[in-house]
């Protein structure tokens, strides 16, 4: 996929972004070791995404912000270190609550990168937003995808390992950020009231109440199921890895091919549907094999949902691309963020797989918003921006 006369740095924050992502896979396949030889329970273990995503979802409220005041290839770098420092320290401790702390300041600097990085791809595609957008949702996915294949192969000799790789590949991306990105065009300096204010944009807020309750859904499935899979640590990367391949094919080649044809809106409207259903599923599954299949399927799923949202949020906004990104992230992570300790908690309560059932009936709601506020993105073609 090539966007004229803007692949080179397209491509380059891309890479940064797969790095980056590649470092929150990295820690699934590992969670049940964790718990294993932690001694802690599955809500106390939860918690390490819990704190990583309410981190990451509040601080883009600045991360969209700072941007616009230091630049977006500085604040690139200042999150890429943040966490650089963060997932090493990791491997450092010995509790689950010293982890979840570190794993806070891993999520502000995640934040500082995501909302730049997005920025960054929207600023330099052109007419081709929606392309961008997927190539970016493609990078973030194919990173999460490898993540818990390293994870689990590190992951066999130490829990530890894995932070130590995460921290690595950060370092990594640094460097290539400082190396191949250069700063876009600047955008007019704004504050965190800016970021608030453009939830009054009715199609803005509609895009992240949608995303907020979608990525509940996605976070159920992506934290909460390595722990009850009931295989070993490679296993549980393979299931992931499989995954987030499928997730990839969903942003780069179903989407793109699905919304000229019948709409962005229905497109997405659909797929959340078809994903409530699948978490049912999962609900109803009774062994790990089917668990597995399923968790695979919702790949493709999470994929095109994943890229027509960003796309709903970032096309409809008149705001900065910075702000835009920023407010509709943070609502985003926010949703996501109480996904992982809900379904501890409602797990080692009433059942292993009860939390895909509530999983399934948020996830349907995000549907039935975005059914009733279809018309706020009538405007909206496959590609929004022009």
């Not at 909302?115 to 970016?136: C, D, H, M, Q």
């Not at 909460?224 to 009931?230: A, Q, V």
């Not at 259903?277 to 949902?305: E, K, P, Y």
Request: charged letters at 10%; aromatic letters at 10%; hydrophobic letters at 55%.
């Amino acid at each position: 996929m090539r966007i004229r006369g803007t692949h080179p740095a397209v491509l380059a924050t891309a890479v940064a972004t797969f790095g980056s992502f590649l470092g929150i896979g990295i820690v699934d396949p590992i969670l049940p070791s964790i718990a294993r030889e932690l001694g802690a329970s599955h809500f106390m273990v939860m918690f390490l995404f819990t704190s990583y995503l309410l981190i990451m979802g509040l601080a883009n409220l600045v991360a969209g912000a700072l941007a616009t005041r230091i630049g977006s290839r500085r604040t690139l770098v200042l999150g890429l270190s943040i966490v650089a420092v963060f997932s090493g320290a990791c491997a450092l401790v010995s509790t689950v609550e010293a982890l979840s702390v570190l794993r806070g300041f891993w999520g502000l600097g995640n934040a500082l990168f995501t909302t730049t990085a997005l920025s960054i791809i929207v600023g330099v595609a052109n007419k081709n937003t929606e392309r961008a957008i997927g190539y970016y949702e493609a990078s973030l996915g194919f990173g999460i995808a490898c993540g818990p294949l390293l994870g689990g192969v590190l992951g066999t000799n130490s829990w530890r390992l894995p932070f130590v790789g995460a921290s690595v590949i950060m370092v990594l991306a640094i460097a290539f950020v400082v190396m191949t990105v250069r700063e876009p065009a600047t955008e007019r300096k704004q504050g965190v009231r800016d970021v608030v204010e453009t939830y009054r944009h009715s199609g803005v807020r509609t895009a992240a109440i949608v995303g907020m309750l979608y990525t509940f859904g996605y976070f159920t499935l992506f934290a909460y199921t390595p722990l009850i899979l009931g295989v070993g640590t490679v296993q549980i990367g393979l299931v992931f890895f499989v995954w987030g391949l499928l997730l990839v094919v969903g942003s780069t080649t179903v989407s793109p091919r699905l919304n000229p044809r019948y709409g962005i809106t229905k497109v997405t409207s659909f797929s959340l549907v078809l994903f409530g259903a699948l978490l049912a599923l999962m609900w109803l599954s009774t062994d790990s094999m089917t668990l597995s299949v399923l968790v695979v399927l919702g790949g493709l799923l999470c994929g095109m949902l994943n890229a027509n949202l960003t796309t709903l949020a970032m096309g409809v906004s008149d705001h900065g691309r910075s702000v835009a990104s920023g407010a509709f992230n943070s609502l985003r992570f926010i949703g996501g963020a109480f996904a992982p300790i809900t379904a501890g908690l409602l797990g080692q309560t009433y059942g292993e797989t009860v939390p895909f059932v509530f999983a399934t009936a948020v996830v349907l709601a995000g549907a039935f918003v975005l059914l009733t506020r279809f018309d706020t993105f009538a405007v909206l073609t496959s590609d929004p921006v022009h």
